[in-house]
């Protein structure tokens, strides 16, 4: 496992590097501006440059001819990615408490949320790419980030025209129960960790049957 996760450092680290440049650059630029959103669309680029990189070099031939499992593959790669987008997110985190000069939490709600954000997007993505191949899924990612942009306002007033058709009112006693756990950042964080060690486990799982069907 530990040569694989260091063969995904030295295929990302200048790409991860550059991230962070340009998180600092983002700062310079509009210094009100939060770095979490720009961070998670880095750590989701860094997420797709792994898997590129291994179908353009024929990688996945390579790692099958070496003395290891296919699941050690996979594992390593979920390992590696969320390793490699959690860092980044978390450099984010720091660099904007350090330009602040160190006033307000370290950690807060918005920054567990954008890690769980990414992660969860990542197990999406993983399943989606062992099935469907690179070229599609990057294909299918665009598709689906132009429908966000052009239908998310539409829907989001269409539901506020018709006050989400009661769901608000159904669910708010049970919001106001749970906001005095959601408003700290570690009841936030434990609270989600749960479904999301969940999700990851099942798209690892469903990866690693997907990728034992391939041939190389």
Do not use: C
């Not at 996760?5 to 501006?33: C, D, H, N």
């Not at 390579?62 to 390992?79: A, C, E, H, M, W």
């Not at 978390?90 to 000069?101: C, K, N, Y």
């Not at 399943?127 to 599609?136: A, E, K, M, N, S």
């Amino acid at each position: 496992m530990l040569p694989l996760l260091y063969k995904e450092w030295l295929v990302l680290r200048t790409s991860w590097l550059v991230s962070v440049t340009g998180l600092f650059a983002i700062l310079f630029l509009s210094s009100r501006q939060s770095l979490l959103p720009a961070a998670v669309i880095l750590a989701l680029t860094l997420l797709m440059s792994s898997t590129y990189v291994d179908d353009k070099n024929t990688g996945h031939l390579f790692l099958n001819s070496l003395p290891t499992t296919r699941k050690t593959i996979v594992y390593g790669k979920y390992i590696a990615s969320i390793l490699h987008g959690t860092s980044l997110i978390i450099a984010a985190d720091l660099i904007q408490w350090g330009f602040s000069r160190f006033t307000g939490p370290l950690w807060d709600v918005n920054a567990a949320g954008a890690i769980f954000a990414f992660v969860w997007i990542a197990a999406l993505y993983f399943p989606l790419y062992y099935w469907l191949g690179q070229r599609f899924v990057q294909y299918g990612l665009v598709i689906a980030l132009i429908a966000f942009i052009t239908l998310g306002p539409f829907v989001y007033h269409w539901g506020e025209r018709h006050r989400w058709w009661g769901l608000v009112d159904a669910l708010a006693p049970l919001m106001k129960m749970l906001g005095s756990v959601l408003g700290t950042p570690l009841g936030f964080s434990a609270l989600i960790a749960v479904p999301t060690a969940f999700i990851v486990r099942i798209s690892a799982t469903l990866s690693l049957r997907l990728y034992e069907r391939k041939t190389f």
